[in-house]
């Protein structure tokens, strides 16, 4: 099966370049359904879904493969290929971000540029690093996770919720957002919040842009910062937006950010 | 007792029985109703400026952020997400949480209204649940691998019988060369007797091992005449048997494509059962014919029908009826036949009443 099949991959837009979004934990394409439209007119852009996530092709999940990132950085560089593209500017967010990093470092004439949402190179505190999570924490998270299907089961296949204040989700409210499957999903958060990326940042080569929440318990802006003073060529941008998810509470400020910088 | 409508709804608020908690568009509680801050010991005044993520457990606080914020801005709201809540005892609170957005009509967030709902039998039972399977699964893992095992040893077995099995009719070849008296002749006779139908249970054996190890029965196609097989079979039983009547009546001119020593072993297997089940006094009918792309074949015996309760499991492997003590068998003989059945891409159906007994083997033929 080919990658474009496998991720569920969306090509849309015009223009020399290509924008390349990658959704994190928890989520799918959905994410970026009011950022990604923005640049259509200017770029080519892609969607694409993780093996597990949305409209993926779930009998494509290895769980060896998918046990570390640099099993989805593999699909990412995959889907680029297939698409014939390079010079890219590829926008992760979450672990997304590390996966981006992961990818550029292993395949560099295919980025351009980096733009790291909510970025973090680890979650758990390590001495004087604070990732803002102890490794019981993360343990109990995975526990949590493994012990309670029910908790997915809502995610997998969410409730149509009648919403006549926002007509355009009109006919997809049918289709779900963020689906998962609870088995896969409990691999990608051990994958995620288990990660430690901290030595790759120094070797990144590409330009970077990180988008700092306010009040973002996953990725703390202390854990943004670290991240810009790690990569050479780096920039920094606080976003007003709070939460871990500016790109669908804040669009236009994240957008915004993206222009300046491309 | 009347209630002025205000204070009735006022009432549903704050006494409701479940939990209440809204909040500004940013995430920030801006009222709890009593129920919720009874439930998890903190004084309404205390919880107000919090966020929802604020009162839950760890592992629910990034299970939140990451699957459930974002599901609340894509589709306006959620149901029934479980979740975990710090109660100010240091304890958790496992609650099922709905919630929906508000909006204005630019489609600016007004508010969030969350519901809560306790949910801790449900989850300990659901907990309880999990455990089982994981019990259920590795004890069904255990019985396959034992299964399998066991399968292996009668393959095996069966196998190895055969070597003095054939020692003993080399033995008895010996002899028979040799002049013996009319005794020993007779003794000769029984002992070769034994010695086939012995041969028989071990084929079986063997073949019902095979099945269930995965490689099935095999077949060993060619294309010819199905009567004179049948007409075969029919004569060894008649031998075996000579007060019985066999009624034959046979009508497949055309070569057919199948297995002459299954589909022999499956018409011995069912004209033997009909010889040993069916009343002695009344013949045992065989019959044998084509229709277009079909071959139907059956065996019928007149006597007791086949009790209801054992019709269900008489395909399956080591299932015997009420049998006299000189006709054991190992109760393998009908799950072979059906299993050549299925091999030849056809059915074995039986059908037992008052009138008789009656099995009938169909297949597509070409």
Redesign the interface.
């Known amino acids: 099966m080919s990658a474009i099949d496998r991720n569920n991959v969306r090509v849309k837009g015009a223009g020399e370049r290509a924008m390349v979004f990658a959704h994190?934990?928890?989520?799918d394409q959905?994410?970026w359904?009011h950022v990604a439209p923005a640049f259509e007119a200017t770029f080519r852009t892609v969607l694409f879904d993780n093996v597990g996530a949305g409209n993926s092709d779930l009998g494509a999940y290895d769980p060896g493969k998918y046990a570390s990132l640099s099993g989805y950085a593999e699909d990412l560089i995959e889907i680029i290929r297939e698409l014939d593209m390079s010079g890219t500017v590829l926008v992760g967010h979450?672990v997304s971000a590390m996966i981006g990093i992961l990818a550029s470092l292993r395949a560099p004439e295919l980025f351009s540029a980096l733009v790291l949402v909510g970025p973090s190179p680890r979650y758990i505190d390590d001495g004087d690093y604070h990732g803002g999570?102890t490794a019981d924490?993360i343990e109990?998270?995975l526990?949590?996770?493994a012990?309670?299907?029910?908790?997915w089961?809502?995610?997998m296949a969410?409730?149509?919720?009648g919403?006549p204040?926002?007509p355009e989700?009109g006919e997809e409210?049918t289709e779900s957002?963020?689906r998962?499957d609870p088995a896969i999903a409990l691999g990608f958060a051990r994958a995620t919040?288990t990660s430690d990326n901290r030595d790759d940042l120094p070797k990144v080569t590409t330009r970077t842009l990180i988008l700092q929440c306010s009040d973002d318990?996953?990725a703390p802006e202390a854990v943004g910062r670290y991240v810009h003073d790690h990569i050479a060529h780096s920039e920094l941008v606080l976003l007003q937006a709070?939460?871990?998810?500016p790109n669908?509470?804040a669009p236009a400020e994240v957008i915004s950010a993206v222009q300046a910088f491309v | 007792m009347d209630l002025a409508p205000a204070d009735d709804f006022q009432d549903l608020f704050e006494d409701a029985p479940c939990g209440y908690v809204i909040t500004d568009p940013d995430g920030r509680i801006v009222r709890v109703n009593a129920t919720f801050s009874g439930w998890i010991g903190f004084a309404a005044e205390g919880l107000l400026g919090k966020r929802l993520r604020d009162l839950l457990t760890v592992p629910g606080r990034i299970f939140y952020e990451t699957n459930f914020a974002p599901l609340l801005r894509l589709q306006g709201g959620f149901e029934e997400v479980a979740l975990d809540v710090s109660t100010a005892g240091g304890g958790k609170l496992p609650v099922l949480v709905n919630a929906r957005e508000r909006r204005d009509a630019a489609g600016a967030v007004l508010a969030i209204r969350i519901v809560f709902v306790r949910a801790g039998d449900r989850r300990s039972y659901e907990r309880d649940l999990l455990g089982r399977e994981a019990v259920a699964t590795q004890s069904l893992r255990d019985e396959k691998a034992t299964s399998e095992l066991r399968e292996q040893f009668i393959a095996v077995l069966g196998h190895d019988l055969r070597n003095p099995l054939a020692s003993i009719v080399g033995a008895a070849r010996l002899l028979r060369r040799e002049l013996q008296s009319d005794k020993a002749l007779r003794v000769l006779d029984l002992m070769e007797a034994s010695v086939d139908r012995m041969a028989g249970l071990i084929d079986d054996v063997m073949d019902f091992a095979r099945g269930r190890l995965g490689s099935g029965i095999g077949l060993n196609r060619t294309v010819g005449h199905l009567e004179p097989v049948l007409r075969q079979v029919v004569a060894e039983l008649e031998a075996g048997q000579p007060s019985r009547v066999i009624v034959s009546d046979f009508d497949v001119p055309a070569p057919i494509s199948f297995d002459a020593g299954r589909i022999a072993q499956l018409m011995s297997n069912l004209v033997g059962n009909a010889l040993t089940y069916g009343d002695p006094k009344q013949p045992v009918r065989l019959h044998a014919s084509t229709t277009p792309g079909r071959l139907e074949l059956w065996v019928a015996n007149a006597g007791e029908p086949i009790p209801e309760a054992a019709m269900e499991r008489l395909f399956q492997p080591f299932f015997r009826g009420d049998v006299r003590p000189s006709q054991q068998g190992l109760g393998l003989g009908l799950h072979i036949a059906s299993e050549i059945a299925k091999a030849h891409g056809g059915v074995l159906q039986v059908r037992s009443d008052r009138t008789e007994t009656r099995f009938t083997f169909t297949m597509p033929i070409a």
């Open positions: 994190g934990f928890g989520c959905n994410m359904r979450s999570f924490q109990e998270l526990e949590f996770l012990e309670n299907p029910m908790a089961s809502q995610a969410p409730a149509i919720i919403n204040d926002r989700l409210l957002f963020c998962t919040f318990i996953i709070t939460g871990h998810c669908l509470s």
